[in-house]
């Protein structure tokens, strides 16, 4: 058996440790042991690194992002991109995340992200693991619909979305994805803002149950992206197993989604930093100032959601910001749980822990991020482990 040992600070996705020992099983990609130094006893000819003033972590997760891949930005140029333009884009975009530590993403909505999950597990290229919704599910003249066309080449265009209408279509919406190969059911709840700053509802409840109740009959997790009271207390009644974005938390929500055990996924770094449209709005302003503080207070189980898209305005490479726009609130050190076991939770996966048994998805950055939540940025990451395979660092193979 071949192993590969790294000695240092470590932090395991729950807690730090000064000085500990991790020793990953090559050919299986799991990890053997992980302790404080000294409690381990490691293979003899096993392959040393010492980390030196430097943090092993569990691979970093991105728990909300796509692959729309344009130099435009809007729903317009996500929209007419055409399809083979935009996966081969894409590739590029996953070399990126996986240089800057994250060995797996969420993928809720894009061209191809079931064929770039494929790619990746076959090796046709290196990447985060790829976890896909295929495509999302919209009602019509709902999200990702693009009015500025006639209603039939709007929805092929829109080819990152499913379009459905009435409970048996939803259901059926959801069937497909199964049939794509898709992991996670991503569904509108609202839409964004329209003129003026207001939300629009999107699928009435029944229809929302029957997302729900269709997607987990085939073994899926539905993520629900919400705007507003009316979507998250629509979402919350249905049952969904996380909320994206989430704008409009108050108390009352927050303790409906802690009871029902919801994962809340904020994505902060898409309001605060780009230059957003309606960042002026009373609920993006209370979504950066208060939301993660009701979050908090509540405890419910903040996963981080870059919601980075590989456009123009949001291009991907640097998104661990949303960890640190989370850190603001939460600490460094729950940050950094939001990003590794608590998003693999969030996922349903077996990592994002250092951890005997857990897949071998490690990443090591310069610095101490529980001191310095900056350390995370790529150009501190000194060597990404996917699967006990070394990929970014020393002798890669």
């Given at each position: 058996?071949q192993s590969l040992v790294l000695r240092g600070r470590a932090f395991d996705g729950k807690e730090l440790h000064k000085d500990a020992v991790l020793e990953i099983d090559i050919e299986k990609g799991l990890i053997l042991h992980f302790g404080e130094r000294g409690g381990v006893d490691v293979q003899r000819n096993a392959k040393k690194?010492?980390?030196?003033?430097?943090?092993?972590?569990?691979?970093?997760?991105?728990?909300?992002?796509?692959?729309?891949?344009?130099?435009?930005?809007?729903?317009?140029?996500?929209?007419?991109?055409?399809?083979?333009?935009?996966?081969?884009?894409?590739?590029?975009?996953?070399?990126?995340?996986?240089?800057?530590?994250?060995?797996?993403?969420?993928?809720?909505?894009?061209?191809?992200?079931?064929?770039?999950?494929?790619?990746?597990?076959?090796?046709?290229?290196?990447?985060?693991?790829?976890?896909?919704?295929?495509?999302?599910?919209?009602?019509?003249?709902?999200?990702?619909?693009?009015?500025?066309?006639?209603?039939?080449?709007?929805?092929?265009?829109?080819?990152?979305?499913?379009?459905?209408?009435?409970?048996?279509?939803?259901?059926?919406?959801?069937?497909?994805?199964?049939?794509?190969?898709?992991?996670?059911?991503?569904?509108?709840?609202?839409?964004?803002?329209?003129?003026?700053?207001?939300?629009?509802?999107?699928?009435?409840?029944?229809?929302?149950?029957?997302?729900?109740?269709?997607?987990?009959?085939?073994?899926?997790?539905?993520?629900?992206?919400?705007?507003?009271?009316?979507?998250?207390?629509?979402?919350?009644?249905?049952?969904?197993?996380?909320?994206?974005?989430?704008?409009?938390?108050?108390?009352?929500?927050?303790?409906?989604?802690?009871?029902?055990?919801?994962?809340?996924?904020?994505?902060?770094?898409?309001?605060?930093?780009?230059?957003?449209?309606?960042?002026?709005?009373?609920?993006?302003?209370?979504?950066?100032?208060?939301?993660?503080?009701?979050?908090?207070?509540?405890?419910?189980?903040?996963?981080?959601?870059?919601?980075?898209?590989?456009?123009?305005?949001?291009?991907?490479?640097?998104?661990?910001?949303?960890?640190?726009?989370?850190?603001e609130f939460l600490g460094n050190k729950e940050a950094l749980v939001t990003a590794t076991s608590r998003a693999a939770e969030c996922l349903g996966l077996g990592r994002g822990m250092l951890e005997k048994g857990m897949q071998a998805d490690v990443v090591v950055v310069k610095g101490n991020p529980i001191e310095n939540i900056r350390?995370?940025?790529?150009?501190?990451?000194?060597?990404?482990?996917?699967?006990?395979?070394?990929?970014?660092?020393?002798?890669?193979?």
């Amino acid at each position: 058996m071949q192993s590969l040992v790294l000695r240092g600070r470590a932090f395991d996705g729950k807690e730090l440790h000064k000085d500990a020992v991790l020793e990953i099983d090559i050919e299986k990609g799991l990890i053997l042991h992980f302790g404080e130094r000294g409690g381990v006893d490691v293979q003899r000819n096993a392959k040393k690194i010492r980390i030196e003033d430097a943090t092993i972590l569990p691979g970093l997760i991105d728990a909300h992002l796509h692959f729309y891949s344009t130099v435009g930005e809007g729903v317009n140029a996500w929209a007419t991109v055409p399809d083979t333009l935009a996966v081969l884009r894409a590739v590029g975009d996953l070399k990126k995340l996986l240089h800057a530590g994250f060995t797996t993403v969420r993928e809720l909505g894009s061209k191809g992200g079931v064929h770039l999950a494929q790619a990746v597990a076959e090796g046709a290229f290196e990447g985060p693991e790829v976890i896909s919704c295929s495509r999302a599910l919209a009602q019509t003249g709902g999200n990702d619909d693009p009015p500025a066309f006639p209603l039939d080449i709007a929805q092929q265009l829109a080819s990152y979305t499913y379009f459905c209408d009435g409970p048996w279509e939803c259901r059926k919406a959801v069937r497909k994805v199964v049939r794509d190969g898709g992991k996670v059911v991503k569904f509108y709840a609202s839409g964004a803002f329209s003129r003026g700053g207001r939300i629009k509802l999107n699928f009435t409840p029944e229809e929302i149950r029957a997302m729900v109740d269709e997607s987990h009959r085939q073994g899926l997790r539905v993520a629900a992206h919400a705007y507003g009271e009316d979507a998250l207390a629509n979402v919350i009644e249905g049952g969904v197993d996380s909320i994206e974005h989430g704008l409009g938390l108050t108390p009352a929500l927050a303790n409906e989604i802690k009871r029902k055990k919801i994962f809340y996924v904020p994505t902060l770094t898409a309001y605060a930093n780009r230059a957003y449209k309606n960042r002026n709005n009373e609920l993006v302003r209370k979504h950066l100032s208060e939301d993660l503080l009701i979050a908090r207070e509540a405890g419910l189980k903040v996963v981080a959601g870059s919601d980075i898209v590989g456009d123009t305005a949001r291009p991907h490479g640097r998104n661990y910001e949303e960890v640190v726009a989370e850190a603001e609130f939460l600490g460094n050190k729950e940050a950094l749980v939001t990003a590794t076991s608590r998003a693999a939770e969030c996922l349903g996966l077996g990592r994002g822990m250092l951890e005997k048994g857990m897949q071998a998805d490690v990443v090591v950055v310069k610095g101490n991020p529980i001191e310095n939540i900056r350390a995370l940025a790529p150009e501190n990451v000194l060597y990404v482990i996917k699967s006990g395979r070394l990929l970014v660092g020393g002798n890669q193979g």
